[in-house]
């Protein structure tokens, strides 16, 4: 059936998820964190969780997502957000906590609470919206910033010699006890939209059983960081963010995936 005729027989094949406000995204036109906030946020409607679920979002552009979820939101301090969403996990054990962070967030200043409420297996979903860069503050240099990338704070691309090697977070926490899921997606396609959920509304479903910490991480996009056009953007992450940062599961019920 074409596109024509679904409109001209009244088939709705899409509705927008009741747990996003009606505010307008205030996000870069391209990025994609509102892609992340609505799949995420029409996980929790699927599952009906809505008055059971409550988001934790700390500094940064992630910082913006109580504006947009529909749902109890608790903002934290800068990389906070695994702490403070350990602490309402422990004193609601009933509700289901995920955080929603950056990657210049939860692989920089907060890097302990991220290795350390995994290690614990705290009852928790993380999701990790990685773009090499910190796109709220002036595009410098993060933590996963890839080799020879430009940034404010790295003109000339960054050196590793100097600067260090970036950080793969997903495969870090994968190794430690008490991650359940981890998987790295991006949304940058339909196709990869789906997966993302897929993966996202599993590790709810894992937060909900109580088998400790989901680690979900999306590669994205930053074009008004990388100073490309969002079509431009998606390009250079696929041919090269996704080298470094391969998309896939890392780890499922408990065990790493043999590559």
Known sequence: MTVEEIIKNGQQVYKKTKLMTDNP?????????????????EVVEELGIEENTIGVAPVGCSVLAYEFMN?????????RAPAVATAISRLWPKKVVFTYQGDGD???????????ACNRGENI?????????????GGQMAPT???GMASSTSPYG??????????????LVAQLPGTYSVSRHSVHTPANVRKAKKAIKQAFENAIAKKGTQFVEIVSNCNSGWKMTPVKS??????NMFPYYPLGDIKVDGKLVEK
């Open 145 to 147: 910033t890839l080799p």
């Open 25 to 41: 995204l205030s996000y870069c036109p391209g990025c994609g964190h509102g892609t992340a906030h609505r799949i995420t946020m």
């Open 125 to 137: 979903v993380i999701i990790f919206v990685n773009n090499g860069i910190y796109g709220m503050t």
């Open 106 to 116: 939860l692989a920089a200043i907060g890097t302990a609470e991220t290795i350390h």
């Open 158 to 171: 960054r050196d590793v010699e100097r600067m260090g090697n970036p950080l793969r977070m997903t495969e």
């Open 71 to 79: 749902i109890d939101m608790q903002q934290a301090a800068h990389g």
């Open 234 to 239: 998606n390009e250079w992450m696929a041919d």
